[in-house]
C-alpha cells in the first residue's frame, strides 16, 4: 500500500528583515520541506541572508506591500506542488512550535484553512490593547462582510491546503490581502477553522509603526470590500442618505405649507443629503455592473 507524501511549504513575506530572517529559517527548515523566502525590495541583506540559506526566494525589484508578497508565495507553492502552504510572519512574533498545532485540522482534513489566532483560549493576555482593538476592529468588518464568524482575521500565521493554493489567486497588494483570502475562500465553500497560537510582542519585533500600520490595514481592508461587495458598501448607506433626504425635504415643504417660510438649515441638509445618497447609489450599481463584466471575461 503506497503512502503519500505531503510536501508541506512555508512562506514567509519579508522586507528589511535581516535582523529576524536567518534564526527563523534555519528552525523552519526542520519542520517544512520547502522554505519560500518573499524579499519584497528590501534595502538590507534580507534576501542574499535567506539565499545563503537555501531558502527558495522571490526578489521583488521594489517593496510591493505584504499582499503583493503572498501572492508570489501561493504563486510558488502552486508551481511547486505543495500539498499544504504555512505563511508565517518574518518579524520574529510566531513560535515554529505553534506550527503543527495550525497543520493539524489540515491534516486530519477538518478544514481547507487553518489561522492561528491570538484571541481564542487564554492566549492574548500579552496582545498590547492597541493592537486588540485593532484587530478586533478589522475582524468585526470582515465578519460583516462575509458569512465567517472569525475572532482574528488579519492573523498572518494560516496554512492553505493544495486546494486553495490552487483556485485562489490574491490580487490585493496591501494588508487587505487576509480579508481578501478569506471572503474569497468562504465564497468558494473551503471550510476555515482557527487554532490558538501564542504570539511574542516582546522586544523591537514590528517594523510597521502601529498606527500607521493600523490605518494601512483599516484602508486596504475597506477598499477590497467596497470592491468586493459595492451594493453592501456604497448601496447601503446611499439608500440610508436618500431616506434621510427625503425625511427633511418633506419636512420643508410641510413647514413651507403651514408658515410660508423655508428653513434654509433644513432644506440644505435635505438636499445634501440626497445629493450624496444618489451618488452613493449610482456608484455602487456602476461598480457592481463594472466587476462582474470584468468577472465574466476574466472567468
Known sequence: MDIKVILIAIGIPAYNEENNIAKIIIRLQKVADKVIVCNDGSSDLTGEIAERLGAIVINHPKNLGYGA?????????????ADILVTFDADGQHRIEDIQTVLEPLIKNEADISIGSRFLGQNNSNVPKYRKAGIKTITNITNTSSDLNLTDSQSGFRAYSKKVIQEIIPSEYGMGVSTEILIKAGKKGFKIKEVPIIVLYEGDTSTHHPVSHGISVIMSTMKFISIEHPLKFYGLPGITFLGIGL??????LQIFAATRQVWTNVSLIGIGAI??????????IMLYSLVNVVRERSG
Open 247 to 252: 425625511f427633511f425635504i418633506v419636512w420643508t
Open 69 to 81: 508578497g503572498i501572492r508570489s508565495i501561493f504563486q510558488k507553492a502552486k508551481e511547486l506542488d
Open 275 to 284: 445629493i450624496m445618497g444618489t451618488m452613493l447609489t449610482m456608484t455602487s
